[in-house]
């Protein structure tokens, strides 16, 4: 997904996969509570 979000300024890159490991780390919380992990 960062990939092909890749922009030129370095700063935007870093924004978005910040944004990604967030929502990344939500849905594995959330798949624990599914689970009765």
Same mark, same amino acid.
């Given at each position: 997904?960062? !990939? !092909?979000? @890749? =922009?030129? %300024?370095? %700063? !935007?890159? =870093? =924004? =978005?996969?910040?944004? /990604?490991?967030?929502? &990344? !780390? @939500?849905? &594995?919380?959330?798949?624990? @509570? /599914?689970?009765?992990?």
């Amino acid at each position: 997904m960062v !990939k !092909k979000l @890749r =922009i030129h %300024d370095s %700063d !935007k890159v =870093i =924004i =978005i996969h910040s944004e /990604e490991s967030e929502w &990344a !780390k @939500r849905l &594995a919380e959330g798949l624990k @509570r /599914e689970l009765g992990l």
